[in-house]
């Protein structure tokens, strides 16, 4: 219940593709959903967010994909650049606890 | 800069020793979290704090003490209890406004224990 489960594991994609990240829930009381960046060595920075209210949420070329009928929610990177070669994490958090589920995580690599 | 600070950034320590990991933030936020990552595991949550002197742990706290006696603060002790303690350790806060919800993270302090 209270996992979230994000495929793939690690994704190749050529410059200029779209990267596309899923994630896949149970718990129906999560109704925040963010993703994170992490670059080698570094902290997760927050990247992109949504909640269950919108089916989709754009910001420059990350999009967040959510199906709240289907409790899955997916990353689209568009026009994927080598600086986006990174590991992706989807979270989620119920109402009120202020405490995230991660999922495991997508090495993203772009080659150029 | 307003920000989280985790010092130091690499630590390394002989097998049966306590260990102490620092987690600094000038966000004035109320809440602060430390997880623990481990290649393919994603992050796991070891303790988290919402107040001030109060703590709850988190999913793998076993091994694990914190304290919480300053808002800005929130050091972590691996003790020789954990039997895996070599990870990247990640010190975590947290903003809630208007409904909204935010966690930041720290730059990490990967320990060695060998």
């Known amino acids: 219940q209270q996992q979230v489960k994000q495929s793939p594991q690690s994704l190749i994609v050529q410059k200029g593709g779209i990267s596309i990240i899923n994630c896949a829930y149970e718990n129906t009381a999560f109704d925040y959903f963010p993703w994170y960046q992490q670059f080698p060595g570094k902290g997760p920075a927050l990247l992109i967010a949504i909640r269950p209210d919108v089916s989709e949420k754009k910001e420059g070329r990350f999009t967040i994909s959510f199906n709240k009928s289907a409790k899955q929610f997916s990353l689209h990177i568009m026009d994927s650049q080598p600086g986006d070669s990174a590991t992706y994490f989807c979270?989620?958090?119920?109402?009120?606890?202020?405490?995230?589920?991660f999922g495991k995580g997508t090495k993203l690599t772009v080659n150029p | 800069d307003g920000g989280i600070t985790q010092s130091p950034k690499y630590l390394f320590r002989k097998e049966g020793q306590n260990v102490t990991l620092s987690c600094e933030q000038n966000?004035?936020?109320?809440?602060m979290y430390w997880y623990r990552q481990d290649p393919g595991q994603g992050l796991r949550l070891i303790y988290y704090s919402q107040i001030v002197n109060d703590f709850q742990k988190g999913d793998i706290a076993e091994g694990y003490s914190v304290s919480r006696e300053k808002k800005e603060s929130f050091p972590l002790t691996v003790t020789s209890a954990q039997k895996n303690p070599t990870a990247f350790y990640l010190c975590a806060s947290s903003v809630t406004w208007d409904g909204s919800y935010e966690q930041y993270f720290g730059p990490g302090t990967r320990l060695t224990v060998t």
């Open positions: 979270a989620a958090d119920a109402g009120g606890s202020e405490k995230l589920v």
């Open positions: 966000l004035n936020h109320d809440a």
